[in-house]
């Protein structure tokens, strides 16, 4: 029978060079906090539980991790003060008190490792008291040295406590560990702080694993896959490298980007099928895009669903909005929360929808704002057409127009209100009431010319009247 397996994910960490009041492994990456990219690792490996180990002010990471990982088995422990990954480890390891199989040593802010690059430490285990993950990097300052004998790993040294020789070998710790709890309690008991951070190292389990039956180390091929997160900077090169790899899952799928580095793309964005994605596109959140839809860029989609076959046009924005199949929206439209187009409904340039339904095959195609409303089948909504639908206080009542119904240009609906089936609002009007069934509404004050007036005006005002046809 396999033996169990538990995690603990070290986020306790203070971020100082992130120069934010936001906890390190709660800053995005690919539009998820790190920490949840760590906690996902370890439940990918079928870590039964995850014990995530955070400062006492932690309350902000069991918050986001509980609410992004409802039902997975996640356990937390306090490590009360910064001594290091190796007293961070001990406070994980309080809250696994009976735990007799093997433990996951991950940590918070490595966004980027695979779980097929951790899958290795599980078959050297069967041979060995500890395996470990080791890069080799052309510039290892910073990290801790692994020194070798053969294909055993003797120690790790610090670079602070290394050697000028030692500091030339270029094979890293990384701090990815397996093996077995009693080890680990056993390990970890006999640590101290006779070092040069005076801190409690993690690292020095590597030896006393190797006095056992040995630590055995395992080379990644990508070393980018290891690199923790430390400052803004780092955070922007995972988020690139994150980025590019999503962008290359969804090309394997049958999704085209016509400038994949110029696209920004979160984790949790879904597409289909013959999906295009025009130049500087932004999809962010739980973004759904169907079987052969087209955003154009640059345009900006958050939260929104876009039905197959529709389409997003240049200079756009949606968030929270729905457009199903056949659908068009933009250039420059903006799709508030709550907008959603029907069936080949159409929106054009500098339309702008919130809370507002448009039914199939409807158009609002230019210089709109419809908020509150509902929009029947094939209406047709004129340029410079507007819903009122904000009283001043804290109601916003809704606009209903019917199917078939003609709302003509610089016509002003003030809510409540409604349009019935097939009616016509002429052009300019300002509705205030219910408009019947096939009706024709006027809602217009009536034109008065009056000759001869702006000569007279001039001349009470002293002004030079411009020449006709002049600017």
Known sequence: MKAQLAALVLAAGQGKRMRSRLPKVLHPCAGEPLVVHAVRLALARRARPVVVVIDPHGTRIRETLVAAFPKAPLLFAVQREPLGTGDAVRAGLAALPTWRGRVLILYGDVALL???TVAPLERALKKHSLAMLTARLPRPTGYGRVIRDGDRALRVVEEKDAA???RRIDEVNVGVYLCGAALLRRAVGRLDRKNAQHEIYLTDVVAIAAGLSGAVPVLVDDASEVLGVNTRAELAAAEKILRARLVQAHQARGVTFHAPEHTWLDRTVVLGADVVIGVGV???????????????????????VIGPGARVHAFSHAEGAVLER???AGPFARLRPGAHLEEGARVGNFVEL???RLGRGAKANHLAYL???????????????????????????????????????NSTLVAPVSVGEGAYVAAGSTITRDVPQDALAFGRARQENRDGYATRLRRRLGATPKTRGGH
């Open 164 to 166: 000028a020789a030692e």
């Open 326 to 328: 056949g659908a068009v």
């Open 114 to 116: 695979r779980p097929e």
């Open 371 to 409: 908020g509150d409303a509902e929009i029947g089948a094939a209406s047709n909504i004129g340029a410079g057409t507007i819903t009122c639908n904000y009283d001043g206080g804290p109601i916003k009542n809704r606009t209903r127009i019917e199917a078939g119904a003609f709302i003509g240009s």
């Open 282 to 304: 932004q999809l962010y959140g739980n973004t759904r895009v169907g079987a052969g839809a087209q955003i154009e860029g640059p345009s900006v989609l958050r939260d929104a």
């Open 354 to 356: 919130k809370k507002a």
